[in-house]
């Protein structure tokens, strides 16, 4: 992002140019989504608070009530953040004036995302203060490049960023402090290979079945369990294959295990094994296998895997079949293929 900026600066376009475009549709923004209510503008020293400035200015031609409180006195300003305080024809109050207030809307404009230090002082504490908050670029305290808060942080109803995401909008637990997010169009083309996971980059290529499509032309998911101890998960994955469009759904079930998915399966088939040998003849008749959640940290759990990664049928490894292989991953490794997927949780995956 900061080098798309600066190359546009380069070609001519002014910096202060770019932060009116940012603060007028900060303006824009909220005035479309939070029509009514008295608005209260933090701004910091930087970037994000020249924003800040320029929102509030644009929002009071707007005829909304706006009160701004700025982290120094605007003598002490500089570049483009004072040119931005000066188009505010208001009152700057101190930021920690804004501690004695109730305002309906908070506009968190005081630091971005290249943040590198805990909020303090009065700061930290309207963060804790909470409200309806919607914040300029990431919520302040917020590291914006690795998502993860740096002490208080503002937790926002909705961030407004610009040209393009950044890490803490789509990663955890940054992205839990942005509420919905939203990009403004600046005039800063990114050019990158990053892609959002959301319905809008992988939707298009799922399919789509027709009126004359039947069961056995939507794919046999086949999901395997663990001992009769340990089979909710399995069934709710099995389940969860189902109301995803699967025309078939099989549960593989240890014998003792049996009885219990009986008691509580429907429209979801079931089928017994023994052996890794068994579930390789099982997945040469499957779309799909899944093993892992509730599967056991065993060393038959280990065999299970390998015997599927030589199928033909595409396999999703998830919890206990990551976890058998924490001690060498790179025997898991070798053993995927491209169409192979894996579902770690964060545990899961600082051990692989």
Same mark, same amino acid.
Request: glycine share 10%; aromatic share 6%; with cysteine.
């Given at each position: 992002?900061?080098?798309?900026?600066q190359?546009v600066?380069?070609?001519?376009?002014?910096r202060?140019?770019l932060?009116?475009?940012a603060?007028?549709a900060v303006?824009?923004?909220?005035h479309?989504?939070w029509?009514?209510?008295?608005?209260?503008?933090l701004?910091g020293? +930087?970037?994000?608070g020249?924003d800040?400035?320029?929102?509030?200015?644009?929002?009071?031609?707007?005829w909304r009530?706006?009160?701004?409180?700025c982290?120094?006195?605007?003598?002490?300003?500089?570049?483009d953040t004072?040119?931005?305080a000066r188009?505010?024809e208001?009152?700057?109050?101190?930021?920690?004036?804004?501690?004695n207030?109730?305002?309906?809307?908070v506009i968190d404009?005081?630091f971005?995302?290249?943040?590198?230090r805990p909020?303090?002082?009065?700061?930290a504490?309207?963060a804790? %203060?909470g409200g309806?908050i #919607?914040?300029?670029?990431?919520?302040?305290g917020i590291?914006?490049?690795?998502?993860k808060?740096?002490?208080?942080?503002?937790q926002a109803?909705?961030t407004i960023?610009?040209?393009?995401l %950044?890490?803490?909008?789509?990663?955890?637990p940054?992205?839990?402090?942005?509420g919905? &997010?939203?990009v403004a169009?600046i005039?800063?083309?990114?050019?990158? %290979?990053?892609?959002?996971?959301s319905p809008?980059?992988?939707h298009?290529?799922m399919p789509?079945? +027709?009126?004359g499509?039947?069961?056995?032309?939507?794919?046999?998911?086949?999901v395997v369990?663990?001992?009769?101890?340990?089979t909710g998960?399995a069934r709710?994955t099995?389940?969860?294959g189902?109301?995803? +469009?699967?025309?078939?759904v099989?549960m593989l079930?240890p014998?003792e295990?049996a009885? &219990?998915?009986?008691?509580?399966?429907?429209? #979801?088939?079931?089928?017994?094994?023994q052996?890794?040998?068994?579930?390789?003849a099982y997945?040469?008749?499957a779309?799909a296998m899944?093993? +892992?959640?509730?599967?056991g940290?065993?060393?038959?759990?280990?065999h299970?895997v390998?015997a599927?990664?030589k199928?033909?049928?595409?396999v999703?490894?998830?919890?206990d079949a990551?976890?058998?292989f924490?001690d060498?991953?790179e025997?898991?490794?070798?053993?995927?293929r491209p169409?192979?997927?894996?579902t770690p949780?964060?545990?899961?995956?600082?051990r692989l």
């Amino acid at each position: 992002m900061l080098a798309a900026e600066q190359a546009v600066i380069n070609s001519g376009t002014n910096r202060f140019t770019l932060m009116q475009r940012a603060g007028e549709a900060v303006a824009e923004f909220v005035h479309a989504h939070w029509p009514d209510g008295h608005i209260q503008v933090l701004c910091g020293p +930087g970037g994000n608070g020249g924003d800040g400035f320029i929102a509030a200015a644009k929002l009071a031609k707007l005829w909304r009530k706006v009160d701004v409180y700025c982290t120094h006195p605007v003598s002490e300003l500089t570049g483009d953040t004072a040119e931005a305080a000066r188009q505010w024809e208001g009152p700057v109050h101190k930021l920690e004036e804004a501690l004695n207030t109730e305002p309906e809307l908070v506009i968190d404009a005081l630091f971005g995302a290249g943040l590198k230090r805990p909020l303090e002082g009065p700061a930290a504490m309207l963060a804790l %203060r909470g409200g309806r908050i #919607i914040s300029v670029d990431v919520p302040s305290g917020i590291d914006g490049y690795t998502a993860k808060p740096l002490g208080p942080a503002f937790q926002a109803e909705a961030t407004i960023t610009f040209a393009a995401l %950044r890490p803490a909008h789509v990663l955890l637990p940054g992205s839990a402090f942005s509420g919905a &997010v939203m990009v403004a169009d600046i005039g800063v083309p990114v050019q990158t %290979r990053l892609a959002e996971n959301s319905p809008a980059l992988w939707h298009s290529q799922m399919p789509q079945p +027709g009126f004359g499509v039947h069961k056995y032309q939507r794919g046999h998911l086949k999901v395997v369990s663990g001992g009769p101890w340990n089979t909710g998960a399995a069934r709710l994955t099995a389940r969860a294959g189902l109301r995803a +469009g699967a025309g078939l759904v099989t549960m593989l079930s240890p014998p003792e295990a049996a009885g &219990v998915h009986a008691a509580h399966l429907t429209a #979801i088939m079931l089928a017994p094994f023994q052996a890794a040998d068994d579930l390789s003849a099982y997945a040469a008749r499957a779309t799909a296998m899944v093993i +892992g959640p509730a599967a056991g940290l065993t060393e038959a759990t280990k065999h299970n895997v390998e015997a599927l990664l030589k199928s033909p049928a595409r396999v999703l490894l998830d919890a206990d079949a990551l976890t058998v292989f924490g001690d060498n991953p790179e025997a898991l490794f070798k053993l995927l293929r491209p169409t192979d997927i894996l579902t770690p949780h964060e545990g899961e995956f600082s051990r692989l």
